[in-house]
């Protein structure tokens, strides 16, 4: 028998990646009640201890999954290096405004720049893959733009962060989709390309007597420390749903992460205004045309498949 040199994922290999990608967003979703318990210690503070810590516990890692052979490997490519820079720097810049929307009591915002991210999926499917807009996802478009615009209007204020959150994040998936190294290799050599910079910032705070770390309390230690594996583990899971799921499913996850940022946001008792209401029914109300549409043109791919392996099944095909 003749081992997959490539193509499309194995069944096994989607719904592991159906799996892994649903894990990941569930922790997402409930990653606010972690940052909470730090959220006195300033944003790129926090980032560079996600980046020093999950080092470490990366390494650990692909040691129990014995990936150091690949790692080694994509860094022997340059092109490779290249775009996991690329992806490195994606990821740092969604975590500083996520944690900064999370410690400044913006849980709302950045929830709403995980649910405007299908839509911007679609986007990076039109710019990039040449991908035409059925009549379906051009009037989901419409309704999401028409949303940012109510409650940019009603607020006064452009949510800025919800649009950074979703560009990178949506970018960071491309670039990690289409960039040929596994989930936990590729999610090393990231870690690995910031740690100098991540490292060098926390040692320029301690040397001026700053520093949350071992300075804040033993709470405070823990739960920093505890960024490595909080930081590795949904990545390395969206990195391996990355790599064996399509665009458009990845977008249809995505639901979960900013649902529960939602509900926590109300939860911590951010105003939700009528702006907010309006903004977020229009929202969902894209998201679920995007979704019927998802599930219609899988329907028909399912249908064609399934009519070509007959076909080629069938006996006057010799």
């Given at each position: 028998?003749?081992?997959r040199?490539?193509?499309a ?6 719904r ?9 967003y ?14 006195t210690v300033p944003a ?7 980046i020093v ?5 990366g ?8 990936q150091?052979?690949?790692v080694?490997a994509?860094f022997?490519?340059?092109h490779v ?8 720097t ?7 405004v996520?944690v ?6 913006r849980?709302?915002?950045a ?33 999401a ?7 940019t ?6 949510p800025?962060?919800?649009f950074?959150l979703?560009l990178?994040?949506t ?5 990690r989709?289409?960039?040929?190294v ?9 870690v690995?390309?910031?740690a ?16 949350a770390f071992?300075s ?8 920093l420390?505890a960024?490595g594996?909080?930081t590795?583990?949904?990545l ?5 749903a990355?790599?064996r799921?399509?665009l ?14 939602l509900?926590?946001?109300l ?7 009528a702006?907010h ?10 998201l679920?045309?995007?979704?019927f ?9 399912t ?8 076909a080629?099944a069938s006996?006057?095909?010799s």
């Amino acid at each position: 028998m003749k081992a997959r040199t490539g193509g499309a994922p194995s069944s096994e290999g989607v719904r592991a990646g159906l799996l892994a990608g649903i894990a990941a967003y569930a922790i997402w979703g409930l990653f606010p009640l972690y940052l909470k318990q730090i959220e006195t210690v300033p944003a790129l503070e926090v980032v560079a201890h996600r980046i020093v810590w999950s080092l470490p516990f990366g390494a650990l890692v692909l040691t129990v999954l014995k990936q150091w052979r690949e790692v080694t490997a994509a860094f022997a490519r340059p092109h490779v290096v290249a775009r996991l820079a690329l992806a490195a720097t994606l990821i740092a810049v969604n975590w500083l405004v996520y944690v900064w929307c999370v410690a400044n009591d913006r849980v709302l915002q950045a929830s709403l720049g995980y649910y405007i991210n299908p839509l911007i999926f679609i986007a990076t499917g039109v710019v990039v893959l040449r991908e035409n807009l059925n009549r379906l996802q051009i009037a989901a478009v419409i309704l999401a733009a028409i949303g940012v615009l109510v409650l940019t209007i009603g607020a006064g204020v452009f949510p800025w962060p919800s649009f950074v959150l979703a560009l990178s994040f949506t970018t960071y998936g491309y670039v990690r989709k289409t960039t040929p190294v596994g989930a936990m290799p590729g999610l090393f050599i990231e870690v690995a390309l910031l740690a100098p910079l991540a490292a060098g910032y926390l040692l320029f705070l301690w040397s001026g007597g700053g520093g949350a770390f071992a300075s804040e309390g033993t709470t405070i230690d823990l739960f920093l420390a505890a960024a490595g594996p909080a930081t590795v583990i949904p990545l390395a899971l969206f990195a391996l749903a990355a790599r064996r799921l399509r665009l458009s499913t990845l977008g249809f996850l995505q639901y979960i992460g900013p649902t529960g940022q939602l509900l926590l946001g109300l939860y911590y008792g951010e105003e939700f205004t009528a702006a907010h209401g309006v903004c977020f029914a229009l929202i969902w109300s894209a998201l679920a045309l995007i979704s019927f549409d998802a599930v219609q043109r899988n329907r028909h791919e399912t249908r064609e498949a399934a009519i070509i392996q007959s076909a080629a099944a069938s006996p006057n095909n010799s």
